[in-house]
């Protein structure tokens, strides 16, 4: 019990001299709703063809049980283990783990390790293994702006009363210069650079423009010029609007100047870009834009750094030669735009991260019809036993 | 009956060589939610001091019962009218009277007068009678921006993707200039320009800057720059959102570029501003400014012309004369930056439209607590038996 959903540990450590491994999931899942999109029960994992649809099928029990089942198979014909093994699942991820920096605290000696597997990101696509290495940080937050004390009827003040929906309009849209460019001053200045060969490298190994459109179905892409589409994904910082709020929401019209309107927004975060500074220069900007007929309130709504995970570590490398004997090609080793608010706290151990996935771009994670592939899963197993090997000393 | 709720019509016609008025009001009235926000029963006419409160107390059948209690004193006292009258009421001027311009093709005969008498607007203040003489047209329209096919991650795109939220703030933002102007090309090319004359009149009549500041609690106006506030309401066109709508609605946040984002607007025009001129620049507009990433719809959803009423005809004369001999003061001849759908269809009959009111700027309209003045319904009783005298011929 850790004061919500309860985790679950377990370990085997009779292994004197050998590296101790912790293995991380979460057996907790996104609702799923639309029901009605589903093809197959949601809660009953059902096989068609090469691929097992269910809830969690790849987001995370499924790929969770490809290390219960990689440690069964090494106990069952070998009768222990190369080297010490911990495994912890947890049951809050898919709410930000609220209650996980109080368990990692309390129970550092027990979760301690030397390196730690996770399997909850994709591949690059069929047989192109990934490890990610890098991910960003967000800053979520809700920007208010009040005008008139209570609604106006728009026909007899339009024209002479700021607006609140118009104000939050002119704030949302002065966020970015034509160029891409978020303008929140001071917002680049920590942003590192990034080597030419590691960009180089991204190049090489991410996904082209093409490659994403054709994925999202997109005319176009949008952004910081200067950058490719899949290097303002992941190394590049951003500011989006996640949803908009006022004014009349039933149907037809009506003719209303809102006394208030609010707009949903978030930030990914790339190194060495600090949330809580984040937040403080957002303050300062949208005090500073502000138009002085209306009153504006900020709130941060959730927030986690950012991540690079050092890629040069034995169990990396172990992690390196176990991919490539097992799926004939080297991992591309590369980086994620989305967050996952537990690894900045995994990082504090000071042992390494090890993204490792088996998931395919199109498992539709958290929408209807998650699958995970049957063949990756099994190559998964395979993948994992040979890394148990392969990180002994 | 007339497709809709049914009308009433009733007549007295025994005046030869006299003028006829025709006497217009609507029993219908709006929603009375939040209902818990009302101190009396709302369908429930309720005397507290010096005000009758009840949903429709001022708007309308409040007011139009003044005109049948000045008909009703005439006919009991002297036995006759003064005039031949008619008296009209309908069931849907809430709802923008749909039925009625085809009652008013049907019954043209029946409906004919020399003069229009309508009691549904205000004094502007206590003891200051006005004849509204001009009123905005409007122009409602829907605009929906759409992006990719299905919502995406925010974490994952976030910074390479066109968020159709942030293409609709930019086009909202972008439809005025810093000056208070709307930008959309022609926008102002056919504004009657106002005589120097009728501004000087307004500003001597008409309520200051601070006098509406003061009203809504305002530390400060918006728009046109060169305009009194209240020009700026009444004399100027207008552009206003009503209504923002896309992304996640619910508590918490979501990581998401949402599919689609729209915006519910209303435009004001001044004579001469066709609605259907203004929906085709309105429309040419969006074309041009949408980003190429994105897809546009433009939705006109209703409109009403700019009426503006001669102030030289008998009817009006009599009608100035009628406010002076009973409330002391001449009435205030102004504009209303609101539409009222059925003035300009009235208007076809060629006859003037008096827009002679009686209630006050507090009466809570469209609003829980609706009231009505009863020294007002007094003298708004007197005023019309004096109307009646003063047209005749």
Request: charged share 20%.
């Amino acid at each position: 019990p850790n004061g919500g959903h309860p985790s679950v540990y377990a370990d085997w450590l009779p292994a004197p001299g050998q590296p101790t491994l912790l293995f991380y999931g979460h057996y907790d899942v996104q609702p799923v709703d639309p029901l009605h999109d589903w093809c197959t029960p949601p809660f009953q994992a059902t096989r068609v063809g090469q691929n097992l649809f269910a809830r969690g099928a790849s987001d995370d029990k499924g790929q969770f049980l490809i290390h219960l089942k990689a440690i069964e198979s090494y106990l069952k014909t070998v009768g222990s283990l190369p080297i010490n093994v911990k495994v912890w699942l947890e049951g809050e991820e898919e709410i930000n783990s609220p209650n996980l920096p109080a368990l990692l605290d309390r129970e550092a000696d027990r979760l301690r390790a030397d390196a730690v597997l996770v399997s909850d990101t994709e591949m690059l696509g069929q047989g192109r293994p990934s490890i990610i290495y890098g991910l960003r940080g967000n800053l979520n937050f809700e920007l208010e702006v009040g005008g008139p004390r209570h609604d106006l009827h728009s026909g007899r003040y339009g024209g002479a009363v700021y607006n609140p929906l118009q104000a939050l309009c002119e704030m949302i849209a002065g966020l970015h210069d034509p160029a891409g460019r978020v303008t929140i001053p001071g917002f680049y200045d920590r942003v590192q650079e990034v080597a030419h060969a590691l960009r180089q490298e991204l190049r090489c190994t991410g996904p082209t423009d093409e490659d994403i459109l054709t994925d999202l179905d997109l005319p176009q892409g949008w952004g910081e010029q200067g950058y490719s589409l899949f290097e303002r994904m992941t190394i590049r910082p951003a500011v989006t609007v996640n949803g908009l709020f006022g004014g009349y929401p039933g149907p037809g019209s009506k003719s209303v100047i809102p006394k208030k309107a609010a707009a949903r927004l978030s930030m990914r975060l790339v190194p060495d870009q600090d949330p809580l500074r984040m937040a403080h220069l957002l303050r300062r900007h949208f005090t500073a834009v502000k138009p002085s007929a209306v009153s504006t309130r900020l709130r941060i709504t959730g927030s986690s750094p950012p991540v690079i995970i050092q890629r040069r570590h034995p169990a990396l490398s172990a992690a390196t030669r176990a991919v490539y004997h097992t799926w004939g090609v080297p991992p591309v080793f590369t980086r994620s735009g989305g967050s996952i608010p537990f690894v900045p706290y995994l990082a504090r151990f000071g042992a390494p991260v090890i993204l490792l996935g088996f998931g395919l771009p199109d498992d539709d994670i958290h929408a209807p019809n998650e699958k995970i592939s049957l063949p990756n899963f099994f190559r998964g197993v395979e993948t994992i036993i040979r890394f148990l090997q392969e990180y002994r000393l």
